[in-house]
């Protein structure tokens, strides 16, 4: 386990910034032993949080982190909470994990912001919906559908039950998205039995994201 006041030898995290984590990596003064360790450190300070593919573990974490912060900020009036800002360049995932951030995302009282940098297809288009701000890079591409699974040798018992519970969890996806965006009923059983891809200027048209970014937040 890190030895925490060694690391930030007293400090307030408001004390720390960019220049002194690099300072304590190259003086080793800490157990900074690698560059990523600086950009996870300072993203952390930041409440910066990167999704990726989304699997139990990132699940976890993002929701976990999320779930702290709003502790942290319990005593805080709401419009004085720093963002939370959750990068996101999924291929999706699992589509659980994603619900999971997604509920976690809309419970949240401090504000998440999710910021759409390259992909966000299924799972991960359903978490980047429920940021309470969403922005997107000019040329971040888009997937919704209603998911896909693999399975392997069953019997028919178990695949009618886990049928009934994947219909499920679709039915809660299409409700997200028609919640937080401006697909309806109609649109949503046209577009989601293949594939539906799109750029970030129709994503701005339909719902799905709030503004363009122009330049690095």
Do not use: Q
């Amino acid at each position: 386990m890190a030895d925490t006041n060694k690391f930030m030898n007293n400090k307030k995290i408001s004390d720390v910034t960019l220049d002194s984590l690099i300072t304590e990596y190259l003086n080793n003064t800490s157990d900074i032993k690698d560059l990523d360790g600086i950009s996870e450190r300072y993203d952390t300070i930041n409440r910066t949080l990167l999704l990726n593919d989304i699997d139990e573990a990132s699940s976890d974490a993002i929701a976990h982190l999320i779930r702290m912060w709003n502790m942290a900020d319990k005593d805080i009036p709401i419009e004085e909470r720093t963002p939370i800002k959750l990068f996101i360049d999924s291929n999706g995932g699992n589509l659980t994990g994603a619900l999971m951030i997604a509920d976690t995302i809309t419970m949240s009282k401090t504000p998440v912001y999710t910021i759409n940098m390259g992909t966000a297809y299924s799972g991960g288009l359903l978490v980047f919906i429920t940021g309470h701000k969403r922005y997107a890079y000019p040329s971040s591409s888009f997937l919704f559908h209603e998911g896909s699974t693999t399975l392997g040798a069953i019997d028919a018992g178990k695949f009618k039950n886990y049928a009934g519970y994947y219909n499920n969890l679709i039915d809660r996806m299409k409700n997200y998205i028609i919640k937080n965006t401006k697909v309806d009923e109609e649109l949503y059983k046209e577009k989601s039995r293949d594939d539906f891809w799109f750029f970030t200027d129709e994503a701005i048209e339909l719902g799905f994201c709030d503004e363009v970014l122009k330049e690095l937040i």
